[in-house]
């Protein structure tokens, strides 16, 4: 069962440079066999016996066929990945139907009901979906790692009338590790790169890195599929530019079209990832729809919050909720991977999310917390703002205004003295 999505208001965000989404990881090649060349060498007869009829989509075709059976040339999208960091997907299996025996309740069930992007049917599909099956254990390990995540992205896309294939997007990116760095810099769950992160306002410092953050990176990778919606009109169009660019996919449909052709995947003249990036979605969209034709089962996730959202308004050090609440450290970082250190410091990120059964525990601790009674002054000079003096000492203009009983009655002038809120000490995550 499908159903129509109702589109977003069309937004004006800050203007994009051209190409400045591309977040691909190149694929790895391996090195020709003899029966590598071989296969070349028919593909390369052919092409000269089929003469100039023979498409460029169609030879992009013969070589997504003569890489399929090589489990070293990438897994489903990403270069097996290096201890420690996954990146990309790559790799594959037949369209089927929506089964509406489903258990109520389960997050697949419901990402199901919101599939509403046109299905592909081609041998790329294939291939994907042969991938797909050759690597279990990385596709059972990707699926447990979404689970944090998947629910909130799916939510989020249903509250924009937005298509739920887009929250499988991430598979593609990250295998929903929102640690992944690509070679060219992109990072987090939608591998933004620096420039497009900063464009759609992801903070990027040293206490933060927004591309990492679970809900910032969400709405801006939202927002931009939005936007490249908008500017064409097509979803199998706005995926390829978030992949490869919106002005490289622009040239690409105009190149098309010059040429008398329709702007489709297989008139579009696209390097060899973005060509494959539908057919990995659909393929990922084949397997949440049918996972038995796969012979896997679906990780049971139940259709609710997986965290909490915490507001603080004052500079917090993890390491000690963590100890307070009798928690694993690694539960609070898992859902705030993008705080650079396991501090929560006000002035640069205010919400702290946390696993919803620990939730009460963790409130409890923040109560108790205490930081440290080391109070440091700082004595107003002319021209001082209080947002500037908040800054030099790396606290909240809130937590200065609380702290020194500052408000519209009551300002900063010049010969004040000012008690400056401790600041939690700097450190890593593994210490």
Same mark, same amino acid.
């Given at each position: 069962m499908h159903?129509?999505?109702?589109?977003?208001p069309?937004?004006?965000?800050?203007?994009l440079?051209?190409d400045?989404?591309?977040?691909?990881?190149?694929?790895?090649?391996?090195?020709a066999?003899?029966?590598r060349?071989k296969?070349?060498f028919g593909? $390369?007869? /052919? +092409?000269i =016996?089929?003469? &100039?009829? *023979?498409?460029?989509?169609?030879?992009?075709?013969a070589e997504?066929?003569?890489?399929a059976?090589?489990?070293?040339?990438? $897994?489903? /999208? +990403?270069? =097996?990945?290096? &201890?420690? *960091?996954?990146?990309?997907?790559?790799?594959?299996?037949?369209?089927?139907?929506?089964?509406l025996?489903?258990?109520?309740?389960d997050v697949?069930a419901?990402i199901?009901?919101?599939?509403?992007?046109?299905?592909?049917?081609?041998q790329?599909?294939?291939v994907?979906?042969?991938?797909?099956?050759?690597n279990?254990?990385?596709?059972n390990?990707?699926?447990?790692?979404?689970?944090?995540?998947?629910?909130f992205?799916?939510?989020?896309?249903?509250?924009r009338?937005?298509?739920?294939?887009?929250?499988?997007?991430p598979?593609?990116?990250s295998q929903?590790?929102?640690h992944?760095?690509?070679?060219?810099?992109?990072?987090?769950?939608?591998?933004?790169?620096p420039?497009?992160?900063?464009?759609?306002d992801?903070k990027q410092?040293?206490?933060?890195?927004?591309?990492?953050?679970?809900?910032?990176?969400?709405?801006?990778?939202?927002?931009?599929?939005?936007y490249l919606?908008d500017?064409?009109?097509?979803?199998?169009?706005?995926?390829?530019?978030?992949?490869?660019?919106?002005?490289?996919?622009?040239?690409?449909?105009k190149?098309?079209?010059?040429?008398g052709?329709?702007?489709?995947?297989?008139?579009?003249?696209l390097?060899?990832?973005?060509r494959?990036?539908?057919?990995?979605?659909?393929?990922?969209?084949?397997?949440?729809q049918?996972?038995?034709?796969?012979?896997?089962?679906?990780p049971?996730?139940?259709?609710?919050?997986?965290?909490?959202?915490?507001?603080?308004s004052?500079?917090?050090?993890l390491?000690?909720?963590?100890?307070?609440?009798?928690?694993e450290?690694?539960?609070?970082?898992?859902l705030?991977?993008?705080?650079?250190q396991p501090?929560l410091y006000a002035?640069?990120?205010?919400?702290l999310l946390v696993p919803?059964?620990y939730?009460a525990k963790?409130?409890?601790?923040?109560?108790?917390?205490?930081?440290?009674k080391?109070q440091r002054?700082y004595t107003?000079?002319?021209?001082?703002?209080?947002?500037?003096?908040?800054?030099?000492?790396?606290v909240?203009?809130k937590?200065?205004?609380?702290?020194?009983?500052?408000g519209?009655?009551?300002?900063?002038?010049?010969?004040?003295k000012?008690?400056?809120?401790?600041?939690p000490?700097?450190?890593?995550?593994?210490?």
């Amino acid at each position: 069962m499908h159903f129509h999505f109702a589109l977003c208001p069309v937004r004006h965000p800050s203007p994009l440079k051209s190409d400045s989404f591309k977040n691909g990881i190149k694929p790895y090649t391996k090195a020709a066999t003899n029966g590598r060349f071989k296969a070349v060498f028919g593909i $390369l007869a /052919g +092409l000269i =016996a089929a003469g &100039p009829n *023979l498409s460029w989509a169609n030879a992009q075709q013969a070589e997504i066929a003569l890489n399929a059976d090589s489990e070293e040339v990438q $897994l489903f /999208g +990403l270069v =097996a990945p290096n &201890p420690g *960091l996954e990146l990309k997907m790559s790799g594959p299996f037949d369209l089927i139907t929506l089964d509406l025996a489903e258990e109520a309740g389960d997050v697949w069930a419901d990402i199901r009901k919101g599939f509403s992007i046109p299905d592909l049917e081609t041998q790329a599909v294939d291939v994907r979906e042969r991938a797909l099956l050759k690597n279990k254990r990385m596709v059972n390990n990707m699926l447990q790692r979404s689970e944090p995540y998947i629910y909130f992205i799916a939510q989020e896309c249903a509250k924009r009338g937005m298509p739920s294939e887009l929250a499988l997007l991430p598979f593609i990116e990250s295998q929903f590790n929102p640690h992944a760095r690509s070679p060219s810099a992109a990072e987090g769950l939608w591998q933004f790169i620096p420039s497009t992160g900063r464009q759609f306002d992801l903070k990027q410092n040293k206490w933060v890195d927004e591309r990492r953050d679970l809900v910032a990176s969400t709405r801006a990778a939202l927002d931009y599929l939005t936007y490249l919606y908008d500017m064409h009109g097509d979803w199998h169009l706005a995926l390829l530019s978030y992949n490869w660019g919106e002005g490289s996919v622009l040239r690409a449909v105009k190149k098309a079209q010059e040429a008398g052709l329709e702007p489709t995947l297989d008139n579009l003249e696209l390097p060899l990832e973005t060509r494959h990036y539908i057919p990995k979605l659909q393929a990922l969209k084949n397997l949440i729809q049918s996972p038995e034709r796969f012979g896997l089962s679906l990780p049971k996730f139940p259709n609710k919050p997986y965290f909490a959202e915490i507001k603080r308004s004052a500079d917090v050090d993890l390491r000690e909720i963590a100890r307070l609440a009798d928690v694993e450290l690694e539960l609070i970082r898992k859902l705030n991977p993008g705080l650079n250190q396991p501090v929560l410091y006000a002035a640069h990120s205010n919400t702290l999310l946390v696993p919803v059964e620990y939730s009460a525990k963790i409130q409890a601790s923040l109560k108790q917390y205490k930081p440290p009674k080391t109070q440091r002054s700082y004595t107003v000079k002319k021209g001082d703002t209080l947002g500037e003096i908040a800054q030099r000492f790396d606290v909240s203009v809130k937590a200065l205004q609380k702290l020194n009983g500052l408000g519209k009655k009551k300002l900063i002038k010049p010969g004040m003295k000012l008690s400056i809120p401790h600041t939690p000490k700097p450190g890593s995550w593994e210490s």
